[in-house]
């Protein structure tokens, strides 16, 4: 069965300071793993994406994350926090259902970012 | 901007009604999908649609319909609606059927108030 937990709900920085946002997985099959952010009163925006291609994978605003499967991980980080990077956080799983064409998509319960000056 | 367009911004209804919620994706996107986003449940994906068909379906009640119309628009059809259904509700589309690996652009959302 498809799940996704991140482990923080809330993750405070001081700003110019590293942030780590972590998502752990399981699924039956190859996933696919995304990261969304929602700004206050926003829809969601993707941040990045893995498809079974590098296991490093680099996203917009200097976010990144990195697939390992046997962590089971797809931990997103960022060197250097802004006060722009404010929101909420969320990892997502999706894969095939079944042998259909169709696919299952589970969202994290999100991890709300806060950035101290 | 994503591109898609959520119709209204803002609804506020009673309990037992019925409400409708549009969606058009992004020009020339095929699939759609709702999602559902409260308090207590987080976000929730409801269904897919793709090039007028349903493709899956998460956690819909039954009191929740949806549909894909020939120009590829998407209505959300929700009824008999209770204090719970309060809740804002994403539609999102891409340019494919299935979700593995393709981005999905996200709408502003409509807020539901149930009272």
């Known amino acids: 069965a498809q799940s996704v937990t991140q482990l923080d709900s809330h993750v405070s920085v001081s700003e110019g300071t590293p942030v780590l946002l972590r998502c752990n997985y399981s699924?039956?099959?190859?996933?696919?793993l995304f990261w969304y952010v929602q700004h206050p009163n926003k829809g969601l925006q993707l941040l990045l994406k893995?498809?079974?291609?590098?296991?490093l994978v680099k996203g917009i605003n200097g976010f990144e994350a990195e697939f390992k499967k046997s962590e089971t991980s797809f931990h997103l980080t960022k060197p250097s926090a802004h006060m722009s990077d404010a929101a909420e956080y969320f990892c997502v799983v999706s894969d095939q259902v079944g042998g259909s064409s169709a696919s299952k998509i589970i969202f994290g319960s999100g991890t709300r970012l806060s950035i101290r000056p | 901007d994503s591109g898609v367009t959520q119709t209204p911004k803002h609804l506020i209804t009673a309990t037992g009604q019925r409400v409708t919620l549009r969606c058009s994706p992004r020009?020339?996107?095929?699939?759609v999908y709702w999602y559902q986003q409260s308090l207590d449940q987080g976000l929730q994906f409801l269904i897919h649609?793709?090039?007028?068909?349903?493709?899956a379906k998460g956690n819909i009640l039954e009191r929740f319909s949806a549909q894909q119309f020939p120009d590829l628009h998407s209505e959300l059809n929700l009824s008999s609606l209770e204090l719970g259904d309060s809740a804002l509700y994403f539609c999102?589309?891409?340019?494919?059927?299935?979700?593995?690996?393709?981005?999905?652009?996200f709408g502003p959302g409509t807020r539901l108030t149930v009272l």
């Open positions: 999102a589309s891409s340019p494919r059927g299935g979700t593995g690996g393709y981005e999905q652009f």
């Open positions: 893995y498809t079974s291609a590098a296991t």
């Open positions: 020009s020339g996107d095929l699939s």
């Open positions: 699924s039956s099959y190859s996933p696919s």
């Open positions: 649609y793709y090039n007028g068909e349903e493709r």
